[in-house]
């Protein structure tokens, strides 16, 4: 690779270059016998929306370290549109935090409805699973200040609690 390559790989990069949107119709099999979608069918969405974000921030491989508590704020019905943004909030070293936010869209009535939002913590690691540095991501707008801003407060909670969590287990 050359200099010019490696010096584009590790540049600082705006949010907006990670920002991906992810869309799904509902179908039967994603659905309990109520035809509502499937809570953990919902989190492995977030999981590919957060992964595209982090992918095309980092330009590297990556795996979820950790997803935070998620809540399930409406019902969503098979043949519903579910549409998932995401975004990087803020690099640390190797990891990075990624927000995802839920959207149901019901075509019919026109009326979208905000179903979920999730932060997740993805880690860059090369094609022989070494961890790698992250290039860092400038905040750009207010909303992507106040973003930046929280991820340093949850990261500080997820070590804490990640700590807390090692006591018990010891
Ligand atoms: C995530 C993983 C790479 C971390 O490895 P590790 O040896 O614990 O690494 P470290 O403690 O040195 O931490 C590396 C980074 O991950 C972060 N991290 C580790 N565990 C974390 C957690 N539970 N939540 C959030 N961040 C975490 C650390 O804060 C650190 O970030 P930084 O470099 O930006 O400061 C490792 O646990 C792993 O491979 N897990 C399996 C991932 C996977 O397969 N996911 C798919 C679901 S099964």
Do not use: C
Request: no cysteine; proline share 5%.
């Amino acid at each position: 690779m050359s200099d010019d390559d490696k010096t584009k790989l590790t540049r600082p990069r705006p949010v907006r270059e990670s920002i991906s949107e992810m869309v799904e119709i509902v179908l039967p099999n994603d659905a309990n016998p109520l035809n509502a979608l499937l809570g953990g069918r919902l989190m492995h969405w977030i999981d590919l929306a957060g992964a595209m974000a982090a992918h095309r921030h980092s330009r590297t491989y990556v795996v979820t370290a950790s997803i935070d508590h998620m809540d399930f704020l409406v019902p969503v019905r098979v043949g519903d549109f579910v549409v998932l943004r995401s975004s990087v909030n803020r690099v640390f070293h190797t990891s990075m935090e990624v927000g995802v936010k839920v959207w149901v869209e019901n075509y019919r009535s026109q009326q979208n409805r905000h179903v979920s939002s999730a932060y997740l913590t993805f880690v860059a690691i090369d094609a022989a699973g070494n961890r790698m540095a992250v290039p860092p991501v400038i905040p750009q707008t207010e909303d992507e200040k106040r973003r930046y801003d929280g991820a340093a407060r949850r990261r500080e909670i997820r070590r804490a609690e990640s700590a807390r969590r090692k006591e018990v287990r010891s």
